[in-house]
């Protein structure tokens, strides 16, 4: 199915001969292919936090705020997200400057194959020698995760109970209006002070609506957690190939010692069969000797690779991490004090409605 309520508005200019930057067509994206593009960057760089998506359904919503994802509402903000994520990826040192991504936004077509070490990033290693920083880091990206997600929660349940607080207020606005009826000298007082009513009543509506911009803020931090862990399981997975790699050099030095001493000092098949069958001949162990020999420089010159490209992995995934964290600090500063401000002007308006009540009571 085309996924109508999914597709981002972008744009390419070129410029003329005097300098000016017209727009001369446009692009229509799926939610599937800004799926690819992230797979893709995940894959091709496993040291960075990539940029998440936004959420492809809706979560943490209030009870009267629709979870349908096709609810024009939800696709604007979700649109919003999508130009967000471009935005990351663009202002990002590295990723900016990657050509599938230039692609993404200049090319009408845009196919990517995700090959098998995409799946390898979602698997769990168990290594003997963890990396205690990497331990630290995913187990603080499981308690950002949480502790956003209760936020979030919470947040959600305020608003339900704030919007039923508002609309009682309408209650005010029918009863004034009823009883101005019947009242001369009061009558339009009354009449006045519910129409003050009535306007704080239906605020709620455009503020919650702001407010889900703020939340949609979170949940970007939310899964940016995502990234966070991906970046530890690549190091995972780098580590245990790096252990693996170790301990069949070991064996394979062992097996070529117990060949020149002639000494077996663990239980082996080949131990088994020798004794069973009788034993090789000269010629035979020389050329196992020789093989054995050539397999270990082999192994070596892998294990040296394998220790330079893990050092160079975490060399650069900390400098992204430490990147990462100053955008998160001053992304949540910014965004927590941006839904104070709104809080504190929500009150402010709802002082200035009892203040307008407050005079039209004080003509009657």
């Not at 400098?319 to 004090?337: C, G, H, T």
Request: hydrophobic share 40%; proline share 2%; glycine share 4%.
């Amino acid at each position: 199915m085309y996924e109508t309520c999914v597709v981002l508005f972008l744009f390419r200019s070129v410029e003329h001969t005097d300098g000016q930057s017209v727009l001369t067509d446009s692009l229509w994206r799926r939610y599937s292919e800004f799926e690819l593009l992230r797979s893709y960057l995940l894959v091709y760089y496993p040291h960075i936090v990539v940029p998440p998506l936004p959420e492809k359904r809706a979560e943490f919503v209030w009870h009267k705020l629709s979870a349908d994802n096709m609810d024009p509402d939800f696709v604007e903000r979700r649109r919003i997200g999508l130009e967000n994520f471009l935005l990351r990826i663009a202002s990002h040192p590295i990723l900016c400057r990657d050509k599938i991504f230039y692609l993404f936004l200049t090319q009408v077509f845009f196919f990517y194959l995700a090959d098998s070490r995409l799946k390898a990033l979602n698997a769990t290693f168990r290594v003997k020698n963890p990396d205690k920083r990497f331990t630290d880091l995913k187990h603080y990206s499981d308690e950002l995760q949480s502790v956003i997600s209760h936020l979030l929660r919470v947040r959600a349940r305020v608003a339900d109970r704030l919007y039923g607080v508002y609309k009682v207020h309408g209650n005010y606005g029918r009863v004034f209006s009823e009883w101005s009826a019947i009242e001369k000298e009061m009558g339009d007082g009354l009449q006045s002070a519910g129409h003050h009513m009535d306007v704080y009543a239906s605020s709620i509506d455009d503020i919650l609506e702001d407010e889900e911009h703020y939340a949609d803020q979170l949940k970007e931090y939310l899964f940016y957690a995502e990234a966070l862990r991906a970046v530890c399981r690549k190091h995972e997975l780098m580590q245990y190939d790096l252990e693996m790699a170790a301990q069949d050099l070991a064996s394979k030095k062992q097996q070529c010692e117990e060949l020149v001493t002639g000494t077996v000092r663990t239980f082996s098949l080949k131990g088994m069969t020798t004794k069973l069958f009788g034993q090789e001949t000269p010629e035979q162990r020389e050329a196992r000797i020789k093989v054995l020999e050539e397999q270990i420089n082999e192994g070596e010159q892998q294990l040296k690779s394998k220790n330079l490209e893990g050092r160079e992995f975490v060399k650069n995934a900390w400098a992204d991490i430490e990147r990462f964290k100053e955008q998160k600090n001053r992304d949540l500063k910014e965004a927590l004090i941006s839904y104070a401000v709104m809080q504190i002007s929500m009150c402010k308006k709802g002082i200035q409605v009892w203040t307008n009540a407050k005079e039209c009571f004080s003509k009657m």
